[in-house]
């Protein structure tokens, strides 16, 4: 219950706003996360309920799993070890199953992290403002002082959730009457190494118009080739290069857990997540109109593109502006009944997919866009990306609020609307260009994205900011 130095582990430094990261053997152990399984019990009253646990390919994962397991079990739960799984196939059964549960995963973090990201039952997230913390209060109270017996005894069984996780997803995006497509999948050694060839592969059901040329496929937690983390551009260069070596139609990367997924077109160049977004808006407002509903929600934070809410409100659709952070966009789904939801991360959120946001599902919508029509990709994006952006430049300062302060004093004027909704963002009443502002929560950093009508705009507009910034 307690770490070597013999003083148990401080949960405080593990638990975030959103999820649970840490490093393994020292901000999370085994004794740590089976006191997290009971509280998590007690704290969302789950005795005699069902309760799914499942992990990623590191190596920690199978042993965090079981005593997840063994926590929540002892607290009377029905446990359902669901062994190896995507954080979005953990959505799914919890959606599917109307059952609460956890997923082992740090996502991108390095191999020596691991974490925890819970759901209550129907994938509703569970995060600083839904129970998180109390779970963690309980918990540290539990590896204080023990963990007390259940009063009705608790069951450990084992289930496979991938095949139900394929069809479901199959599904929704009939995909059987593409074109032939060739797709590189770069799975950075993560748990796409295994959903892929289930849901568009042969290996779970019957095979699809793809040739699938496969990169770092092997599950491997400690990350041998390139970090799990394609949001980092260095780490997309061995996709880029090979969908060009193959003459493949598109690229696809996701991160570790698989819950994001980022697209490279037939030349090489990634196609932003502001035009996935659109691209997959249009896809689903056109699904739901032809069900008969009228000016669909689509969710989208702050910093995607402007021609993301331009496009959903020329289908007839709802733009729905919100914050950056998948905890925001997953409650405005479900306060708006959104079809869909997408983030500048390649996080993509569906109303048929329980609200949550699945990378797998945002793929399979580009390659049927691409499928149906015989232009190539690059083509299809420039569609959705009539703007130049500024990507998100990261600045690690001294004294974050005096550099906001300078660059407020600066564009406090006539020709400018400023914004406090995340940060502050700026928008030429011209409507020529808009930068926003935001401080990290957790880093001395302050992230600056920009975008504008041209090129040349957009630059001068960036660098000024950042001149600003970084006096």
């Not at 609460?100 to 819970?118: C, D, I, L, Q, R």
């Not at 007839?316 to 959104?338: L, Q, Y």
Request: aromatic share 8%; charged share 20%.
């Amino acid at each position: 219950m307690t770490t070597a130095e013999n003083v148990p582990v401080d949960l405080s430094i593990s638990f975030k706003a959103y999820d649970v990261r840490g490093i393994v053997g020292e901000t999370i152990t085994a004794d740590s996360v089976r006191a997290v399984g009971a509280a998590f019990v007690d704290v969302l009253g789950l005795n005699g309920e069902t309760v799914l646990v499942g992990g990623d390919m590191r190596p920690s994962s199978p042993g965090f799993s079981q005593a997840f397991a063994e926590g929540a079990s002892g607290r009377g739960a029905r446990v359902q070890l669901l062994g190896l799984i995507s954080t979005d196939e953990l959505y799914f059964a919890c959606g599917a199953l109307n059952a609460a549960g956890a997923v082992f995963t740090a996502s991108h973090n390095p191999a020596e992290y691991n974490g925890m990201k819970m759901a209550k039952a129907g994938a509703v997230p569970v995060s600083s403002e839904t129970g998180l913390m109390d779970i963690r209060d309980l918990a540290q109270k539990y590896l204080a002082e023990g963990i007390p017996a259940a009063t009705g005894a608790g069951t450990i069984a084992a289930t496979d959730v991938l095949k139900k996780y394929s069809e479901y997803l199959r599904n929704l995006v009939d995909l059987s009457g593409s074109r032939p497509l060739k797709v590189v999948v770069d799975a950075g050694n993560g748990m796409a190494g295994m959903t892929t060839p289930a849901v568009l592969g042969d290996t779970l059901l019957p095979g699809l118009p793809f040739e699938i040329v496969p990169l770092y496929f092997e599950l491997d937690g400690t990350f041998p080739n390139h970090p799990a983390n394609p949001l980092e551009p260095a780490n997309l260069r061995d996709l880029q290069a090979a969908v060009v070596a193959h003459g493949a139609d598109i690229g696809l990367a996701f991160d570790g857990d698989a819950d994001r997924c980022f697209v490279i077109d037939e030349l090489g160049a990634p196609v932003s997540p502001s035009a996935v977004t659109a691209l997959v808006a249009r896809r689903e407002i056109a699904r739901a109109q032809a069900g008969g509903e009228e000016h669909p929600a689509v969710i989208h934070n702050l910093i995607t593109s402007r021609a993301v809410p331009e496009l959903i409100a020329h289908d007839g659709g709802r733009p729905v502006r919100t914050r950056v952070g998948h905890s925001f966009i997953k409650a405005r789904m479900a306060e708006e009944g959104a079809v869909f939801g997408g983030e500048h991360s390649a996080h993509y959120y569906f109303r048929d997919f329980f609200n949550a946001d699945t990378g797998m599902l945002a793929a399979m919508h580009v390659l049927a866009a691409l499928g149906e029509q015989e232009g190539p990709l690059s083509e299809l994006g420039r569609e959705y990306e009539p703007y130049a952006a500024s990507g998100e430049i990261n600045s690690q300062l001294a004294d974050v609020p005096a550099a906001v302060a300078r660059v407020r004093a600066a564009y406090t004027r006539d020709d400018v609307t400023i914004d406090e909704l995340d940060g502050l963002t700026f928008t030429a009443a011209d409507g020529t260009w808009w930068f926003n502002l935001r401080a990290s929560n957790t880093e001395p950093f302050l992230r600056l994205n920009a975008e504008a009508v041209d090129a040349v705009t957009m630059a001068d507009i960036r660098d000024a900011v950042l001149e600003l910034v970084r006096q």
